[in-house]
């Protein structure tokens, strides 16, 4: 029973990792295209109909979570529309692509030697080649307004799982690319949107995400970030000491994990904040004294 909710946070956090990359494979690909450097293997990354391709995986992901699902909210319905419809124009796209590709230097063919009929030929298919390069270059507005909607609709979804624990630190390490797609007011407004103390709250969520993963190096460091940041904050250097006794522990540096483990233990904050983690830290510190002791009998 406990692997479910676990399942879908990480099916959640996929499912926007997989958007972003849909958003910059999208965004690569037209600028291939504008400096006339668009081949089919490239935007092949961004769109397939065999199942390698990130719009591909998003779309398969989006019927997997919403489509027959009775939990899924109004929001998530309709993302996995928005997605479904950016696919269809994707794949038509690259269909008019592959003919530009594959036939278009088949009609670059300058000869007095040709018949009437073959002109005829080659006037008809000049005319196709350049249809499909006008339909290719309106295809690609198309998708890159199709695009913004997705991304815009993208933010809905990462307010409506802000309790996701592994979202903190997905946003933390995605800084980059989300500045990058929404630009740097967009982004800190999004993180006020969901965490009240916007940065700050940010860091240390994204720590204690690192800490329930027992990622206690990761944990530690970013614990340590969020207490200079906040000196009123003392749960973060609680965590701080509490992340850094396990590290060391794991380590095998037994005196520095238990000089970790006494201050977290002595350190005067709200008992309630602490309480979650005392009996692992008073376990540690008897095997940390069992280890000293064996090593000190060595």
Known sequence: MNMKPINIEKKQIDLIRESMCVYTKCMQCKDLY???ALCFGDIEEFVDDRGK???FKLKEMCHDL???SD?????EKLYDMTVGYVFHQAMILRENLYQLEYYKPRCDIDSDELTIREKKIFLEMDFLVKKTEKKLKEGFKETKLLLKELVEQLKDLIRLYKENYLLPRFMFEQEKTLVMIYGKKNFDRLLNDMYKDGRRLLMFKAAHSYLESEYYELARNM???AACLDAENKLALFLFMYSSAFFFYYKNRFTKS????????SLEIDE???APYIDSLKKLRAEISREIKRSRAK
Do not use: I, M, P, V
């Not at 939990?71 to 929001?75: K, N």
């Open 71 to 75: 939990s899924a909210s109004y929001r």
């Open 34 to 36: 504008r400096d006339g």
């Open 66 to 68: 919403f489509r027959n």
């Open 258 to 265: 238990y000089r970790y483990a006494e201050n977290a233990l």
């Open 223 to 225: 614990f340590q970030k």
């Open 272 to 274: 309630s904040d602490k």
């Open 53 to 55: 391709s990130c719009l």
